[in-house]
C-alpha cells in the first residue's frame, strides 16, 4: 500500500485517498506555510490525531489495545518515507509517464490484479 502512495505521489497527479492531506502538508512544508515534515511523518501525526479523536469519542469504552494503531501508524508512515526514497529515480514528465505511474499506484488497478 505505501508503494502504491509514493507511486501516487511520484506521479504529480494526485495522492491516494489516505494521503491526501499529508500530501497537501508536505507541499506546503516546502513552500514554508507549515513545518517542513515527510509525507510519513505528516501521516503518522494524522493517525495519531485520529486515535485521540477515538478516545475522546469512546472514553470509558476505549480499549487500551487500541493504542497498537500508534505503531502501526508510525511503521505506515515510514514505510511511506522509505518507498518515496526507493523511487526518487522515478520523476515522470510525459502525461503518459505521470499517468503510468498514476495507475501503477491506484488501488484499483492492484486490487484487479488479486481479483479472483
Known amino acids: 500500500m505505501t508503494l502504491g502512495i509514493a507511486a ?3 506521479s504529480m ?11 497537501v ?3 506546503a512544508g516546502t513552500g ?3 513545518p517542513s515534515l515527510t509525507i510519513g511523518q ?14 475522546g469519542v469512546l472514553r470509558r469504552q476505549f480499549d487500551p489495545v487500541q493504542l497498537f494503531q500508534l505503531l502501526v501508524g508510525f ?17 515522470p514528465e510525459a502525461i503518459w509517464e505521470k ?3 498514476q495507475l501503477a499506484g491506484s488501488p ?7 481479483w479472483r
Open 32 to 34: 514554508g506555510l507549515t
Open 8 to 10: 501516487c505521489v511520484k
Open 75 to 91: 511503521v505506515f508512515g515510514m514505510l511511506i518515507d522509505l518507498n518515496l526514497y526507493l523511487l526518487s529515480w522515478l520523476q
Open 108 to 114: 484499483s488497478w492492484q486490487q484487479a490484479l488479486h
Open 13 to 23: 497527479l494526485g495522492a491516494s485517498v489516505i494521503s491526501v492531506l499529508p500530501y
Open 99 to 101: 499517468a503510468m505511474a
Open 42 to 55: 505528516y501521516t503518522f501525526i494524522m493517525n495519531a490525531l485520529l486515535v485521540v479523536g477515538q478516545v
Open 25 to 27: 502538508f508536505h507541499d
